[in-house]
């Protein structure tokens, strides 16, 4: 049970702050208060020196990914604001409250990150019984496939079922779809909310297997005398991050923080897509 937030340009570097505004930044990291299971995020941005400029190793990359977890709240981590500061053209951040006891150690912790894909996720993944997918011996995801997220939760084993996906030759975004699909199948109330990176692509998908905020997470949010702010918990909202009066990308996110209509934030539709390029920064949507 988490939040999530990501965007995509037009090739600019931008930081966090950049994008929402110093003001939502800081409301986005004090979310981590309550989601104080730990969180991560994952920036690509342009290399600083030349590609193929050879200096006796290997030629520069073009496109360098920097990726920070931790098993600490983002809102007493110094790292937080550091990132946030950070240019780059594309980018995803997680605040975790883990789900179903899952263990806090560093190896769940999102963004996951293999075959040149970073992965972060919102949900419980279980069945009508309460059995996490973890411990259901008749889940169909290869068990290699998870191993090579490096996590044990329900969103390493999501992560892993898009990958088998992306290896059978699907472009990601209907990877993500197809492996929804096929997961509905043994757990259609579980909530498949997530956000997949590439060096080229950002793509958001809102799928709630029901539109309620789960029991456990009012409570949470109760408990810290907050629980107005978990009414639209499952909701996921985006709009264009507009520079110099012309729309350079878009930002995505759950809720969290304030999302006007009149700032120019729109809702995603469940069980829809969104896919950005973080070239060209344009975006699509579409049905799953």
């Known amino acids: 049970m988490c939040r999530l937030l990501g965007y995509a340009t037009k090739g600019l570097d931008l930081s966090l702050n950049d994008v929402i505004g110093k003001v939502n930044c800081d409301l986005f990291r004090e979310l981590g208060v309550i989601h104080n299971d730990g969180w991560g995020a994952c920036l690509v941005s342009s290399a600083r020196s030349q590609p193929y400029r050879r200096d006796g190793g290997e030629p520069a990359p073009e496109t360098v990914e920097r990726m920070y977890r931790s098993i600490e709240s983002s809102a007493g981590d110094s790292m937080f604001p550091a990132l946030a500061g950070q240019p780059a053209r594309g980018a995803i951040w997680h605040l975790r409250l883990a789900s179903s006891h899952l263990p806090l150690v560093l190896g769940n912790q999102q963004p996951f990150s293999t075959h040149g894909l970073s992965f972060i996720h919102n949900g419980d993944i279980s069945d009508a019984d309460g059995r996490n997918i973890v411990r259901d011996h008749d889940c169909s995801v290869?068990?290699?496939?998870?191993?090579?997220?490096?996590?044990?939760?329900?969103?390493?084993?999501?992560?892993?079922?898009?990958?088998?996906?992306?290896?059978?030759?699907?472009?990601?975004?209907?990877?993500?779809?197809?492996?929804?699909?096929?997961?509905?199948?043994?757990?259609?109330?579980?909530?498949?909310?997530?956000?997949?990176?590439?060096?080229?692509?950002?793509?958001?998908?809102?799928?709630?297997g029901h539109e309620g905020t789960p029991r456990r997470v009012m409570d949470v949010y109760e408990s810290y005398g907050r629980g107005d702010e978990a009414q639209d918990y499952r909701a996921v909202r985006y709009r264009p991050i507009s520079s110099r009066g012309a729309d350079v990308g878009v930002v995505v996110a759950s809720s969290g923080f304030p999302q006007p209509i009149s700032e120019g934030w729109s809702e995603l539709e469940n069980d829809h897509l969104l896919v950005a390029s973080n070239r060209t920064g344009e975006f699509h949507i579409r049905a799953i």
Do not use: H, K, W
């Open 142 to 208: 290869d068990r290699s496939a998870v191993l090579s997220t490096g996590g044990e939760s329900d969103s390493a084993v999501f992560f892993a079922a898009i990958v088998e996906q992306v290896g059978r030759g699907l472009p990601v975004d209907e990877a993500v779809a197809e492996a929804v699909r096929l997961l509905r199948l043994r757990y259609p109330l579980s909530s498949f909310n997530c956000m997949v990176q590439s060096r080229e692509q950002l793509v958001v998908l809102r799928a709630a």
